[in-house]
């Protein structure tokens, strides 16, 4: 949800929360023509006085984390795309560090797992990020022995622990929590100049 915003004096100033992960807030404007009257700043991210609910920021991204619904990951990419957002694609290690960090700091257990966007689907062992189409660069994957294995010649899907800095490759239908992940949002600064 965004708040609008209108500062007393010489000027109004207005904010416009505009993203593909949340609904446009739309803020009323004067009458008065917004190309000569208005200055125009455009930022990254979001003002932290914004609710961002159901989304959390960590580390420098904006994430939902299921706490209880378990589903396969065909269900939770569409849950995450229900909400303008998409399964989370962990490129690195702080992030995945920033993520484990917060999920140990709400009480989530070892043997708690999360579906994120990574899967070798269209071909076998060639894993790559469903949320951006990119390869799997960043692949900190379980155990000793060589993974991902594709146990039983249907693991295709990624998974991450709660509690350990590793990903594993899974049966998609398995039912687990899952992660989304916002793309990035920017916000929009109209300030009211005063001829």
């Not at 294995?149 to 929590?177: P, S, W």
């Amino acid at each position: 949800m965004a708040k609008i915003s209108r500062a007393q004096g010489h000027g109004a100033t207005f904010l416009l929360i505009l993203a593909s992960t949340w609904t446009l807030s739309v803020a009323y404007l004067p009458d008065v023509n917004i190309f000569t009257n208005y200055r125009t700043e455009v930022y990254n991210g979001i003002p932290s006085e914004i609710d961002t609910t159901p989304f959390v920021r960590i580390g420098d991204n904006y994430y939902y984390i299921e706490p209880m619904n378990k589903v396969n990951w065909f269900q939770a990419a569409g849950a995450c795309r229900m909400m303008n957002a998409h399964l989370a694609s962990i490129e690195d290690k702080p992030e995945m560090e920033a993520l484990i960090k917060y999920m140990n700091a709400k009480g989530f257990k070892n043997n708690d797992y999360f579906w994120i966007s990574g899967n070798d689907l269209g071909t076998e062992g060639a894993f790559y990020w469903l949320s951006n189409g990119r390869p799997m660069t960043y692949a900190p994957w379980n155990g000793p022995k060589q993974m991902p294995d594709n146990y039983g010649g249907n693991e295709n899907c990624v998974h991450m622990f709660a509690t350990r800095e590793m990903i594993n490759d899974a049966n998609c239908k398995i039912q687990m929590l899952y992660v989304c992940e916002a793309t990035e949002p920017k916000t929009f600064k109209f300030t009211y100049i005063k001829w």
